[in-house]
């Protein structure tokens, strides 16, 4: 494990002593922000973005990114643990498919041990049914669900993930024990949506953004999804009465060991930076839904999906002890 | 016709001197890609996304394609000359291009995998243009069953790499399905064989075995008898340039590979892997001089190289007609797509007609460009083999370092090239051959994975694979090419001579 080197230690202490003094926002100088992915996927683009908008809102001088993607963010959470500890300018993205994932591989390191700095955005799932389906609507599904559950085979993303998850909620929703559900992994979103609208699989779950355009296009009806209220057209699962809500969250989070002064910098720099017309327009045309919750508060929301998700993996016959 | 008009409007959109600007870009930084160890064309395009901002979608997507299928030609390049394939889809070429090398034949090797992906490209964008409706409804019907039938009849050309003792082969063949194996499980989530080591939970990359076992197990193994043989290297024996002979063998071999890559390119779970090794059994097959197999026969070279590059083009027709990536590359170029609020699929051939046509048009355009850019480096490319042994060793080694940290930027992927680098050494020593290891790894993987889901979906019930009528006639294929020549040697006319 790497330790604090002098310069980066005085370097934190003149922050530190600088916040204290002023007592006001103080840029943040040079950001370090390690995306535990791979470049171009859902965590990349969000902290680039992100990063975008904090040197456009001037709450950071100059941004540095660092790819380590693997094992669903874990190597990069395990890297960022180790390599930060106490750095007030290291920042790192995450989600809610690291809380399942780090769940699943029994991680040694665990979200509980770096900083909550926000929750910034999150996307909703959607349940289709290829366009030639049988199955009418929710009520139709689930009904059919209940009477046999493994006639219903569920197409999603790999194993435990938020779709998997969602699967396993519903089934608990209406009684159905989630170990029944015959859930067919596939990875990445090409394989899935070919194995949907080829009408290989009975049911599909997915983010919206990966399905959206096969809904438009007639090729896959959409049945609910897991918001609140309905997003465009499609009725969420709670409007057609299955209490099921489920957000695919994407979040940001500091170095462990920080002060809380420190952590108020970064809670106050990316909120400068979400704020700032770059980011609606990023949100815009990513089609994300914001979900601010800051510092504290956020850490506290993390504990409990940590404990939700743990609850359905076990159900699901996944990351057991 | 409606699609000679299209195609035509399309090339007045790539022929612009801006588009043919970016298009070279493209071409030239995707050879550049290829030829880079570590570097692919998926994590370049990633990086190369912010200019959306700055330039118009067709530049933009024009340039992105063109370092994608730029790649598969600057890919063959380092198989070839130094036995460390850059992308999985290139192992095969390693396999006997370099054995080409090592005989003084890299300028006909490097030749004809540039003509060879030329052709196929060029014939692949033919299909692109003319046949993506009909071959989208073909993939589509592609579920599960079908795909794991598709591996069967993939395992039956494993004979073609077993080597001398199928004893041997069959040890590496099972090596490699074993360490396909290392990983999470997708179906179950569960870690198999990691020993709590995260690195090993996403599983080890094709590439770094195969480079591992190649080039490093090689070059160790080289390096132990420096200086006891004599200079068994040649640089150059006869021509640079491909002789009349190299193309009449070669010409079949790259309409073949083309007909065997394309397909695959276009459906979800095919990859460019599969079709150079069905290509490189077929080759063998029909080969007149199968005992050149293994030792540099340009067909093994010609076939497979025309294949994967046919197969990075087929990925277009399921991108463009339903928006539905089949690669990592394609995905970022979905994301490309996305960036200008685009989104590929039917719609877009209507709404985005220019945009669609000028981007296939650009294909004809960039393979032409790759072939002009890629033959005059032939003769530069081949003085590198003049580099003096030992020091030629110590390249390879670091360019097979740098490749395989530049992947995931992971110190353990080193030594775990080093460790298996030693593994190869050992088997070499022995003579246990490299490639079934290799397509074991690709191979066992997939199909478990497949035939987990289609028992899924049945609900354990087993005759899914004989009720799918694609399903039960691949498999019927490949129960023939096990069984027709031994019946041929036991009940044909030549067997009671």
């Known amino acids: 494990m790497k330790s604090l080197s002098p310069r980066a ?8 002593a600088g916040l204290a003094a002023a007592g006001a926002a103080v840029a943040v100088d040079n950001v370090k922000m390690m995306i535990p992915a791979n470049p171009g996927g859902g ?73 909550p700095i926000a929750r910034l955005t999150s996307e909703y799932e959607v349940i289709v049914v290829p366009a030639s389906s049988p199955i009418k609507d929710m009520k139709d599904l689930m009904a059919k669900f209940k009477a046999n559950p493994g006639s219903i085979s569920w197409g999603g993303g790999s194993a435990g993930g938020t779709d998997h998850i969602l699967a396993g909620l519903l089934a608990k929703e209406v009684g159905v024990e989630p170990g029944k559900v015959n859930y067919v992994p596939f990875k990445g979103g090409g394989e899935a949506v070919a194995a949907i609208i080829g009408g290989h699989v009975s049911v599909g779950v997915s983010g919206l953004s990966e399905f959206a355009q096969h809904i438009q296009s007639g090729k896959m009806r959409a049945l609910g999804i897991s918001s609140a209220a309905k997003i465009g057209s499609i009725a969420s699962l709670k409007e057609q009465g299955f209490n099921v809500e489920l957000a695919n969250w994407r979040g940001i989070f500091g170095a462990p060991g920080i002060t809380k002064e420190q952590q108020a910098a970064l809670v106050k720099a990316v909120e400068t930076a979400t704020k700032h017309a770059s980011w609606a327009e990023t949100l815009k045309r990513q089609d994300w839904t914001p979900y601010w ?29 | 016709m409606d699609v000679w008009a299209q195609l035509a409007s399309g090339f007045a959109v790539a022929l612009t001197a801006q588009n043919l600007l970016w298009a070279l870009v493209g071409v030239t930084l995707g050879t550049a890609v290829g030829v880079l160890p570590g570097v692919g064309p998926a994590v370049t395009v990633a990086l190369l996304l912010p200019i959306t901002t700055k330039v118009d979608a067709s530049g933009a997507l024009i340039m992105f394609a063109g370092i994608y299928y730029g790649a598969m030609y600057g890919g063959s390049t380092t198989s070839i000359l130094l036995n460390t394939p850059g992308e999985s889809a290139t192992i095969v070429t390693a396999m006997e291009g370099n054995q080409m090398a090592r005989r003084g ?25 003319f046949l993506s409706p009909l071959v989208v409804e073909l993939g589509l019907k592609f579920g599960p069953p079908e795909y794991f039938a598709l591996m069967i009849v993939a395992f039956t050309t494993v004979s073609s790499v077993l080597g001398d003792s199928t004893l041997r082969g069959m040890a590496s063949l099972f090596l490699g399905l074993a360490i396909g194996l290392v990983g999470i499980d997708n179906q179950t989530g569960q870690a198999r064989f990691a020993f709590g080591v995260p690195q090993l939970l996403d599983g080890i990359e094709v590439v770094t075995i195969a480079v591992g076992l190649f080039a490093v197990g090689e ?45 695959f390119g276009t459906i979800p779970a095919g990859g460019a892997e599969i079709p150079t090794f069905l290509s490189y059994a077929v080759e063998r097959k029909l080969s007149d001089r199968p005992e050149e197999f293994g030792k540099g026969a340009i067909e093994g070279v010609a076939g497979p190289e025309a294949a994967n590059n046919a197969s990075s083009t087929g990925a277009m027709v399921p991108l463009l007609t339903l928006g539905l990536p089949t690669s990592a590359t394609a995905a970022i170029l979905l994301s490309a797509f996305q960036q200008y609020g685009l989104q590929p699929g039917p719609l877009l051939f209507e709404a985005n007609a220019a945009l669609v046509w000028g981007l296939i048009a650009s294909f004809y355009v960039g393979n032409v460009m790759l072939l002009v850019l890629n033959l005059p480096m032939v003769g530069l490319w081949v003085k590198l083999l003049e580099i003096p042994k030992p020091q030629l060793y110590a390249g390879i080694l670091v360019f097979a370092a740098m490749g395989v940290y530049g992947m995931r930027q992971s110190p353990f992927d080193v030594f775990l090239l080093y460790a298996v680098g030693l593994g190869g050494f050992v088997m070499r020593r022995f003579g246990f051959p490299a490639a079934p290891v290799i397509v074991g790894m690709i191979l066992g993987p997939l199909a478990e994975e497949q035939m987990r889901r289609a028992l899924a979906i049945s609900q354990g019930d087993p005759r899914i694979f004989v009720t799918h009528p694609i399903s039960a006639a691949l498999l019927a294929l490949a129960v023939l090419v096990i069984v027709a020549p031994w019946a041929w040697r036991r009940f044909g006319p030549r067997a009671r001579a």
Do not use: C
Not at chain 1, 9 to 16: D, G, P, Q, T
Not at chain 1, 298 to 313: C, D, H, S, T, V
């Open chain 1, 9 to 16: 230690f005085l370097r934190a202490a003149a922050i530190a």
């Open chain 2, 219 to 263: 070059t160790i193994y080289a390096a132990s008898k420096l200086g006891q043989a004599k200079e068994t290297l040649e640089t150059l024996r006869g021509s640079v340039w491909m002789k009349a002979e190299d193309w009449r063998r070669s010409w079949k071999a790259w309409i073949r590979g083309t007909f065997i890559g394309f397909p």
């Open chain 2, 105 to 129: 034949r890299a300028g006909p090797a490097l030749a004809t995998s540039a003509i060879g992906s030329f052709v196929a490209g060029t014939l692949a964008t033919i299909g692109l243009t």
């Open chain 1, 293 to 321: 919750l800051p510092g504290d508060q956020y850490g506290a929301f993390i504990e409990e999906e940590n404990k939700r998700i743990g609850e359905i993996l076990a159900g699901l016959n996944l990351g057991k002890k």
């Open chain 1, 43 to 115: 965590w990349d683009t969000t902290g680039r973005e992100l990063g975008k908008a904090m040197l456009a809102s001037g709450a950071v001088k100059n941004i540095q990114y660092d790819n380590k993607g693997g094992a669903a963010g874990a190597i990069g959470l395990a890297q960022f643990v180790a390599a930060s500890k106490g750095d007030p300018n290291a920042l790192m993205m995450g989600g809610m498919v690291m809380v399942g994932g780090l769940i699943q591989n029994k991680s040694a390191v665990t979200l509980a041990q770096v900083t």
